[in-house]
Each structure stands twice: as C-alpha cells, then as structure tokens.
C-alpha cells in the first residue's frame, strides 16, 4: 500500500537533506501527544538544534507550521508558546499507526484490481500533471497511458481527488472501476506496472545501512546524545517505503520478498532507541521549558501489529 496522509492536515514533505519544517513535524509527531504542551520557541530551537538547524531556521519552520495550521500560538513576543492543535494530535496518531503497522501482515488478493481510466483534453497538460501526482500518492501505477491500477481495495480516496481535481475541466473524464485481468500473472498483467525488483534492491540497502546501528542498539552502545538523531533517521528511512511500496498482494510477490526482515529491523531500532531519545530531548529542552518532563513521550508499536501504536512513557 501507499500510505495516504490521513485527515486533511496540511503536513510538509519529506526533503533530501535537513528540512527544519519536515523535521520539527516528525518530532512533534512522535514525541508530543498532547494539545495542552505549550513549548517556547527556544525549546524548538534547541530540539531543531541537534539536527544542526540554525535558531534562525527554527524560528522560521515554527511560523510555517503555524501558517500551515498544524500548531497554533498563545501569547506573543519573546513569552510566546506554541501548541499542537487537537486534530493535528489526532493526525499524528493515524500517521504514527500507519508508519509502524506498515507490513505487518501480507495483503491477500482477490485477483481484483482498482483501475482508473481518464481523458483530459490535450490542452489540460496542468490537470493532466496534476492527476499522475495524485494518482501516485495514492498507490497507483500507470498501466498504460491513461489507465492506472491499484491493489488498494477501497476506492474513495482516488474517488474524492478525482472529483477535486476535474470537477471544473471541461471536457475531462474518468471512470474508477474494479477489474480482473485474465494475464494477471503475465509480464504485461497489472502487477507489471510496478517495479517489484527495484523495491526489493531498496529494501536491502535499508537493511545493509542500518545494521550496524541495530548492532550498536543490542550491544547497548547507543547514547541518548546519538539516540535522537539515530531514531529519526531510521523513521524517515522506513517512512519512503510506507510511500513507496503499493504492498502487493502476497500471492504476486517473491518467495523471497526482503520487506519482514526490513520491517523487523526498524521496528526492533525504533522502539529500542525510544526511552534514549525521549531522554535526549527532555534534556535539551528543559532549559527552556521546564514542564518539558511532564509532556514528552514516544511512540512504539503496539504488540498487536494491527493495534494503534502505544506511547513508551513518561
């Protein structure tokens, strides 16, 4: 599956490199769970910090997010603070539980496909950009030109962005449908439109470049000064596969699909470097936000892989 951002919450992307807003977003999604933790900018400042995000660019990933309406203000001037909004809490959970329940069980297939066929004219080349975006974040694959398939067995998502995105084209349409392809198994079939293989190569890279850091994790070499870091960078790793991977049904990919050990080895990090990096940043915040003790925390995955991720503490 694709993951799909849940609610309407405007969260900013993923960027190569150190993006303050992306970054402070991930924080405050992991480690904030409650609408009521009021930070001062200086807190921001110091977390965004140990990702070596200037206070100058912290300052200006805090006016974004409120401008994006993911935090909201009380006071002003230096006495300032900064909240997470109540639906953006809520966001945060769905998105948490998405990330850390991507894979846990194989999809099963029915040997139906979602697809989606549409016709713009040739002068829409906007609209026509702005489907294919859509359609890709949505899981979809192109089959041919203007017909795309998803494994996803519920179409109201692609449904709803249709709508949106053509209901004012004159001239456009599109039909959303389930299908069942008689060559299913064949090199032109619907699963052939994604790039199996080249996932698989992903996979492994992500396996290869973070063993030593989950070596590092079990012989109990981590730090809470490397633990912060170390933790959002194993996120941000596995967060492109939950974008990437359409999660194929389990009967249409290889005996020896790498994804479980994959997924083993961020949950395994991820859940071990929790306490170290909620240690971590209660440290580096408290100067500045004395309360911080009583409002940090994090998630892990909840033993039931299917259950909504549970918070590691206090």
Known sequence: MTWHTPGAVDTPRAQAGPNPQHLLATLLGDYVDSSDALLPAAAVAAALGEFGISPGSARAALA??????????????????????????????????????????????????????????????????????????????????????????DGSAVREALRGLLVDVPGARWSLMRARFDDDDAAQGPAAAYDVAGLAVAYRAFVAEHASLRSEVRAGRVRP?????ARATVMDAWRTFVHMDPDLPADLLPADWPRPEARDLFLEV????????????????????????????HYVAAEDPLAPPRRGGR
């Open 64 to 153: 974004r997010l409120v401008r994006r309406g993911l935090l909201a203000t009380r006071g002003s001037g230096r006495s300032a603070t900064y909240h997470v909004r109540p639906d953006v809490i809520v966001h945060h959970r769905a998105v948490m539980h998405a990330l850390l329940s991507f894979g846990a069980v194989p999809r099963q297939g029915d040997g139906q496909w979602l697809v989606v066929s549409y016709s713009l004219p040739e002068s829409r080349q906007p609209q026509r950009h702005a489907v294919r975006k859509a359609l890709v974040g949505l899981g979809f694959a192109r089959l041919y030109d203007s017909v795309w398939v998803s494994p996803a067995p």
């Open 270 to 297: 991820h859940t071990e470097l929790g306490p170290l990096a909620q240690e971590r940043l209660v440290e580096l915040v408290t100067p500045s936000w004395p309360e911080a003790a009583d409002w940090v925390t």
């Open 225 to 229: 000064a490397q633990a912060l870091v």
